[in-house]
């Protein structure tokens, strides 16, 4: 049993370039989610997925798309990367029903230049 | 979802019990308190949950205050391995995952 698996674990990106950080679990939850840690600081939320084909915005979207077509993939597009979004970001994932905790991925760290 | 406070950071003594406190006075009758720890460059791990009542899991226990405005996470034998930094979140437990992360408490487990 995987968990939530995050690829790839670093990168390394040139302004105005573009990726899709990657992120699958086997655990059939349904919410899915992404979040940023700068340093010092605690997790951001970017985007969210309460199912498959439903995502929403959450505490700082800007610069990043998300997509749910399927229950386990969760993918999150940076558009047109800024030094801005330099950052460790995270994947989670959780049952959307039981109120339970919810299981992180162990981060890709991304640095833009 | 109602706001925490915890400690910026504390040490505890490795074999000890070590004693998290976390105040949250606008919690809501629906609102349950999480904790989560976050070792040195890793993703967060889930620890233990509550409403109301106390829980125990195989990590730690959660005291909730009878009036709920604060709780506290017991680890009941501390080692180095636990040094890291703890949050304590309260958010409404209708499957909406969405957690709010503050500064968390820095814990370090001395030997």
């Known amino acids: 049993n995987a968990g939530v698996t995050q690829t790839p674990k670093f990168q390394v990106l040139k302004t105005g370039q573009s990726m899709t950080l990657q992120c699958a679990q086997d655990?059939?939850?349904?919410?899915m989610s992404w979040y940023r840690q700068d340093p010092g600081m605690g997790l951001r939320l970017i985007h969210y997925?309460?199912?498959?084909?439903?995502?929403d915005q959450g505490e700082v979207p800007n610069g990043y798309n998300v997509s749910r077509s399927t229950t386990e993939d969760f993918p999150l597009r940076l558009l047109s990367a800024a030094p801005s979004q330099t950052s460790v970001y995270f994947c989670?994932?959780?049952?959307?029903?039981?109120?339970?905790?919810?299981?992180f991925g162990q981060g890709t760290r991304l640095t833009v230049v | 979802d109602a706001k925490t406070t915890q400690p910026t950071s504390m040490d505890c003594a490795e074999g000890r019990a070590a004693n998290l406190p976390c105040n949250h006075s606008?919690?809501?009758?629906?609102?349950?308190v999480y904790w989560y720890r976050q070792i040195h460059s890793q993703g967060p791990q889930y620890i233990i949950h509550?409403?109301?009542n106390n829980e125990t899991n195989e990590m730690a226990s959660l005291i909730i205050t009878e009036d709920r405005k604060s709780s506290t996470l017991i680890l009941p034998h501390a080692t180095l391995r636990d040094t890291a930094v703890y949050y304590c979140?309260?958010?409404?437990?209708?499957?909406?995952?969405?957690?709010?992360f503050g500064k968390g408490n820095q814990v370090v487990v001395i030997p």
């Open positions: 655990m059939n939850h349904e919410y």
């Open positions: 997925s309460v199912g498959a084909g439903i995502t």
């Open positions: 979140i309260v958010r409404v437990g209708d499957g909406n995952n969405r957690l709010a």
């Open positions: 989670a994932s959780g049952q959307a029903e039981d109120g339970g905790g919810a299981f």
């Open positions: 509550g409403l109301k």
């Open positions: 606008t919690i809501s009758g629906n609102e349950y």
